[in-house]
């Protein structure tokens, strides 16, 4: 895998990205292997729908959680509780399958002090939620992010998601929904903590 990656060709930014006509090339290698045909007329334009989906799907690899969660408050008049922000839906890919997965994640942290505007959290599971992913990983990397760039006294994550690599191909178990959570800080060394957080997850 190492020698396919280190001979794959580069002939696009400096970034190793290929060119859009690189892109919709390999869309109507695809198409034609699927056994279709590309040249067919509802099939002319797909190619460059493809790769304008592609970076819209994808446009998390563009940017920056640090840059996001950069802008904090310290006027929160002795505020120092858990802030959650539950059911936050995303739409991603596994890294495997390329096929969907969807869900929500639910976002906790106890403030040191400074806190985030609550939008940050939501733009942070988007960024990580557009690129491939396995869900382990983007619990990890959203609970990591939040816990380096604002250094909470602990953060809380948990995400719930369907993925359609299961749904739509393999075992094709419609309905059956994974999650996992990630804890650091207090809420990784204090059990009520950890409870408090899946209370309030789960009280409506």
């Known amino acids: ?24 090339d390999a869309v109507r290698v695809l198409l034609r292997w699927a056994g279709d045909d590309p040249l067919r007329e509802g099939l002319l334009d797909t190619p460059m729908r493809v ?22 408050f310290e006027e929160v008049a002795g505020y120092d509780d858990m802030v959650l922000v539950r059911d936050i839906p995303f739409f991603s890919h596994c890294e495997h399958h390329v096929v969907p997965i969807i869900g929500k994640a639910h976002v906790a942290y106890l403030p040191e002090g400074r806190v985030l ?59 059956s929904t994974t999650l996992t959570t990630t804890f650091t800080g207090a809420f990784k060394t204090d059990a009520a903590e950890q409870v408090r957080f899946m209370t309030m997850v789960r009280s409506r």
């Open 51 to 72: 790769a304008k989906a592609y970076r819209e799907l994808f446009s998390g690899y563009e940017q920056s959680p640090e840059d996001v969660l950069g802008r904090t």
């Open 117 to 175: 505007g609550l939008s940050k959290i939501a733009r942070v599971v988007e960024i990580y939620g557009r690129r491939l992913q396995t869900q382990e990983s983007m619990t990890a990397q959203i609970a990591r992010a939040i816990d380096e760039t604002l250094a909470p006294r602990g953060v809380a994550v948990m995400i719930e998601a369907e993925h359609m690599c299961m749904a739509m191909r393999g075992v094709q178990k419609q309905g």
């Open 1 to 24: 895998m190492d020698a396919i990656v280190k001979n794959f060709p580069r002939t696009g930014q400096e970034s190793g990205r290929p060119t859009q006509q690189e892109a919709e």
